[in-house]
């Protein structure tokens, strides 16, 4: 008999290429003799909720809701990725605190501290912040929404005026604000790793002058096969954020220079360029996971 595990992923969240992905891990688990189920996290938040619930020994998780992970865990499920590795990637602030920590290089960051009203243009103009950001970063910078995927809530700044304009527009949202890299305007390069292990590598290109270069804006992509101070530099920020599942994205220089890091990163796009069964690579893992010895399951 097959074994027990769960496919979580959002109930209000569709996209085509994450379907076909949850479509290529179902099949790739049932290979290797896995029922990977998929439930989102509303119906096992609700199953949580009642008595003598049976639960899985694993789950694969494929959305970026902390608190059902967390959940999951204290009822015993092991998770791929943990909600403290998905917390850490998810907010690009707490990523930059722990690559820090763990000396792995990526851009220069200023974080915005936390306000409880929208600031007006002039308060904001008079932070030490704003100061910072023109001291260490200098113009143009790259200003973020600290919680975001896909190169959304991500713009170019100029001037302090357009950093002002962007912390109001994004308020109540967290905001980070890097070092423009003018050498990797527009190009970068993705590591997708499971366990310890680069799966498949590829160079993203933007279209039409855009800085970022994520294949969901219009780029385009091909195979890269990642030099090993890369790949190093890639086991290097998968331990400090104690991921099992995802990518690493690099920013173009002359050495590994940390873009960010993905905890539930989307692999249609790599699977489509390099030709490569990710999916089974992914499932491979969760097939020795599956393996592991039995904890408390409520």
């Not at 270069?213 to 992509?221: E, K, L, V």
């Amino acid at each position: 008999m097959a074994k027990h595990a769960w496919l979580v992923t959002n109930r209000w969240l569709h996209w085509d290429k994450f379907e076909w992905q949850f479509t290529e891990l179902i099949r790739a688990a049932s290979a290797l003799g896995v029922d990977l189920q998929r439930i989102s996290t509303d119906e096992a938040l609700a199953q949580l909720a009642g008595r003598d619930v049976s639960l899985p020994r694993a789950a694969l998780i494929m959305d970026k809701d902390v608190a059902a992970v967390a959940q999951l865990e204290a009822a015993g499920v092991r998770a791929i990725n943990s909600a403290a590795a998905i917390a850490a990637c998810d907010n690009k602030a707490y990523t930059h605190a722990v690559l820090s920590a763990a000396g792995i290089a990526h851009p220069r960051t200023c974080t915005a501290p936390l306000v409880y009203r929208n600031l007006e243009p002039e308060e904001w103009a008079a932070s030490a912040f704003s100061g910072a950001v023109e001291e260490s970063l200098g113009y143009p910078a790259v200003a973020k929404r600290a919680v975001g995927s896909w190169g959304q809530g991500v713009e170019l700044v100029r001037d302090r005026a357009e950093l002002i304009a962007f912390l109001r527009a994004a308020y109540p949202a967290p905001v980070i604000v890097e070092e423009y890299i003018a050498a990797s305007h527009g190009r970068d390069a993705r590591i997708y790793m499971v366990g310890r292990e680069p799966v498949v590598a590829m160079r993203r290109y933007g279209t039409g002058g855009d800085f970022r270069a994520n294949i969901t804006g219009g780029g385009r992509a091909e195979p890269w096969t990642p030099p090993t101070e890369y790949v190093d530099t890639a086991r290097a920020a998968m331990d400090a954020l104690g991921l099992e599942v995802g990518s690493v994205d690099f920013l173009d220089a002359a050495t590994p220079l940390v873009g960010e890091v993905n905890s539930n990163a989307q692999f249609a796009s790599l699977t489509e360029v390099t030709g490569v069964d990710v999916a089974g690579h992914v499932a491979e893992l969760l097939a020795a996971v599956m393996a592991e010895p039995a904890t408390r399951i409520r």
